[in-house]
């Protein structure tokens, strides 16, 4: 076990695998020891265990539904168990469904929003208000590319991206004249279960043999939360998909966004 007192301590969310995984790992890896959230299944015990067998430091987890209010409360008081001040939060929990709006599942669509936006609102405010104290602290928000386009076939999921990303920028400038720094990772199709959950295998954008690798999606986001960004679009060919759909007319991004989403668009 490490000493507490000698490394800092990062705390993530959605950190039992995909790039929340990663992320936790990129910490380790880093000098930090890591809380990662999880749901309460095998998979969480699981990750933090194979994060432990590495070696680089002290893993430790909570398994919960961050769709539920309570649950976010339980979740910050298992992070001020620790007894230690969280230096990094990384607020990467979240989930999509794919399909069209009017035919896909209304309950799903809900948890979505309460996974994605308002854990993430609650669970920022409440660590946030800790890192106001001390004047110090890093934030990262996983949004998507997907934030800067409207997103058919993914309308939900797509908005609580488009907050998610509009939040971290409006906090960023808020904190801007104070220790805390907040950075907004924007990562493309990304080689996760992510469309597995979602019901997308069946899209342009699931069945991709060109998936980007989960571990360089979080490297990006971990040196861009160290360097104190305000955003980061891994890859280059991200970079310029995300710069050409911010500069599109709306109609003309979502019509791109629907080729990749579109159900049965795999051809």
Not at 16 to 25: D, F, P, T, V, Y
Request: net charge negative; charged share 20%; aromatic share 6%.
């Amino acid at each position: 076990m490490t000493d507490n007192n000698s490394r800092p301590f990062a705390v993530v969310t959605g950190g039992s695998n995909g790039i929340g995984l990663e992320l936790a790992r990129q910490f380790l890896t880093n000098g930090f020891d890591v809380l990662i959230a999880g749901e309460e299944d095998q998979h969480t015990p699981d990750a933090a265990q194979t994060l432990s067998a590495e070696g680089q430091g002290e893993v430790t987890s909570w398994a919960g539904d961050l769709g539920r209010e309570d649950q976010v409360t339980a979740f910050y008081e298992a992070i001020q168990s620790a007894g230690r001040p969280v230096d990094a939060l990384c607020v990467n929990a979240g989930f999509g469904l794919g399909g069209a709006f009017a035919e896909t599942d209304l309950a799903r669509e809900l948890q979505m929003i309460d996974v994605n936006v308002r854990s993430a609102v609650q669970l920022t405010k409440l660590v946030l208000k800790d890192m106001t104290a001390r004047n110090e602290g890093r934030i990262l928000f996983t949004s998507s590319i997907a934030a800067t386009m409207p997103d058919p076939f993914e309308a939900v999921y797509g908005a609580t991206k488009v907050f998610l990303r509009w939040f971290g920028e409006a906090l960023r400038n808020e904190l801007k004249d104070t220790g805390i720094t907040v950075t907004v990772l924007m990562p493309s199709v990304t080689d996760t279960n992510f469309f597995n959950r979602a019901e997308m295998m069946d899209t342009k954008a699931g069945a991709s043999d060109s998936k980007d690798d989960p571990a360089v999606v979080a490297k990006a986001g971990f040196d861009a939360l160290m360097s104190g960004d305000d955003k980061v679009v891994p890859t280059l060919k991200n970079k310029v998909m995300g710069a050409i759909a911010d500069a599109l007319p709306d109609k003309v991004a979502a019509q791109i966004h629907r080729g990749m989403s579109e159900p049965g668009s795999a051809g």
